[in-house]
């Protein structure tokens, strides 16, 4: 494997740095380019990279992230961020999950390392790779609630990584603080393919999008403080990360609950704090009302008992939409 050409942000000195890396020419004749911010600390120390809106319409973490870099002080910084503030530009600027072009796979979040010569989406993700991935020290891909009022707050991490990597990476997921931690599987993203490298990555999901402004408010903070925490875990920052009890759940113990009809969704755990109840089996969760007829079409029930850690608003849902997840009490652990 050949070595990764130096950054052109590697000799930055303590301070912010900002630029866009072109990546290809669009038919409306701009340019399409990525962003990257790169925060470089008065002390020595590793390279913790972020990516965010590597879907269009999972804007929340990177207000979060704006947040946080504007407070820190790079004079008790040891090390630098490198941040791809919105890996996606044309998934954005479309308020959708994937790149609106005309051929190839599509989803930024599937197609790490990426290929220079391939679509856009493969484009952008080699343009990534090359300028951030392979310099970093560790790395979180942070998502967040596209539309329809999603509520979540975990860290994902890759199931198929040796142990000692997995339990980095577990160590870096729970540094975050969040209510769960998700041992997942999500081949082809940057995370992943990081992984594969030998690298800590992991993938917080936290929040979504057009929320009242009091969730949104809880979690901007949540996402600020996870960040501290990881930065303290890293050795960024000076103290230590101190995880609260979390609730961990790998792929066995997770199940989504999506109506087989489309209509308008009575939700029955709408706020953020519903967030890791305990539900017991048969719990209604919410139901579907149809908007011609009026007639409940369908009632959304707990399989089992289990922690809920996926809700969203009441509102419009198609049929096969993500309305609930749980994670099942009798697999999920509890770490202290």
Same mark, same amino acid.
């Given at each position: 494997?050949?070595s990764?050409?130096t950054?052109?942000?590697?000799?930055?000195?303590?301070?912010?740095?900002?630029t !866009?890396?072109?990546?290809?020419?669009?038919?409306?004749?701009?340019?399409? /380019?990525?962003?990257l911010?790169?925060?470089?600390?008065?002390?020595?120390?590793?390279t913790?990279?972020?990516?965010?809106n590597?879907h269009?319409?999972?804007?929340?973490?990177?207000?979060?992230?704006?947040?946080f870099? @504007?407070?820190?002080?790079?004079?008790?910084?040891k090390?630098?961020?490198?941040?791809?503030?919105?890996?996606?530009?044309?998934?954005?600027a479309?308020?959708? !999950?994937?790149?609106?072009?005309?051929?190839?796979?599509?989803?930024l979040?599937?197609?790490?390392?990426?290929?220079?010569?391939?679509? /856009?989406?493969?484009?952008?993700?080699?343009?990534?790779t090359?300028?951030?991935?392979?310099?970093?020290?560790?790395?979180?891909?942070?998502?967040s609630?596209?539309?329809?009022? !999603?509520?979540?707050?975990?860290?994902?991490?890759n199931?198929?990584?040796?142990?000692?990597?997995?339990?980095?990476?577990?160590?870096? /997921?729970?540094?975050f603080?969040?209510?769960?931690?998700?041992?997942?599987?999500?081949?082809?993203?940057?995370?992943?393919?990081? @992984?594969?490298?030998?690298?800590?990555?992991?993938?917080?999901?936290?929040?979504?999008?057009?929320?009242?402004?009091?969730?949104?408010?809880?979690?901007?903070?949540?996402?600020?403080?996870?960040?501290?925490?990881?930065?303290?875990?890293?050795?960024?920052?000076?103290?230590?990360?101190?995880?609260?009890?979390?609730?961990?759940?790998?792929?066995?113990?997770?199940?989504e609950?999506r109506?087989?009809?489309?209509?308008?969704?009575?939700?029955?755990?709408?706020?953020?704090?519903?967030l890791?109840?305990?539900?017991?089996?048969?719990?209604?969760?919410?139901?579907?009302?149809?908007?011609?007829?009026?007639?409940?079409?369908?009632?959304?029930? /707990?399989?089992?008992?289990?922690?809920?850690?996926?809700?969203?608003?009441?509102?419009?849902?198609?049929?096969g939409?993500?309305?609930?997840?749980?994670?099942?009490?009798?697999?999920t652990?509890?770490?202290?």
């Open positions: 494997m050949s990764p050409a950054p052109l942000w590697a000799d930055q000195k303590e301070g912010r740095f900002f !866009r890396i072109d990546v290809t020419t669009m038919l409306n004749g701009a340019i399409l /380019a990525v962003p911010h790169v925060i470089t600390g008065r002390h020595p120390g590793p913790f990279g972020i990516i965010t590597t269009g319409d999972e804007f929340l973490a990177t207000i979060a992230i704006r947040e870099i @504007n407070t820190l002080d790079t004079a008790q910084l090390g630098r961020i490198a941040l791809v503030s919105c890996a996606n530009p044309m998934a954005t479309g308020f959708g !999950r994937q790149t609106p072009e005309q051929h190839g796979r599509t989803d979040h599937e197609v790490y390392p990426g290929n220079a010569r391939g679509n /856009a989406t493969q484009m952008i993700a080699a343009t990534i090359d300028n951030v991935l392979h310099h970093v020290d560790a790395l979180i891909d942070f998502h609630g596209g539309s329809g009022g !999603r509520l979540q707050a975990r860290v994902d991490y199931t198929k990584t040796p142990d000692d990597l997995k339990q980095k990476n577990l160590a870096l /997921a729970r540094a603080g969040a209510t769960f931690v998700h041992e997942n599987e999500f081949a082809g993203s940057a995370a992943h393919y990081l @992984n594969s490298r030998g690298v800590v990555a992991v993938n917080p999901e936290v929040g979504g999008a057009w929320l009242s402004p009091a969730d949104t408010g809880y979690y901007i903070t949540m996402m600020v403080n996870g960040l501290d925490g990881m930065l303290r875990h890293l050795g960024m920052l000076e103290g230590d990360a101190k995880p609260p009890r979390q609730l961990h759940f790998d792929l066995k113990g997770r199940r609950i109506p087989r009809q489309s209509g308008y969704l009575v939700s029955n755990y709408a706020h953020p704090e519903d890791g109840k305990l539900i017991k089996g048969g719990t209604k969760l919410g139901e579907v009302i149809d908007l011609y007829s009026y007639k409940v079409l369908e009632e959304l029930v /707990a399989p089992f008992d289990g922690y809920l850690f996926f809700s969203r608003y009441p509102g419009m849902v198609g049929g939409t993500q309305a609930f997840a749980l994670a099942e009490a009798a697999v652990k509890v770490l202290d």
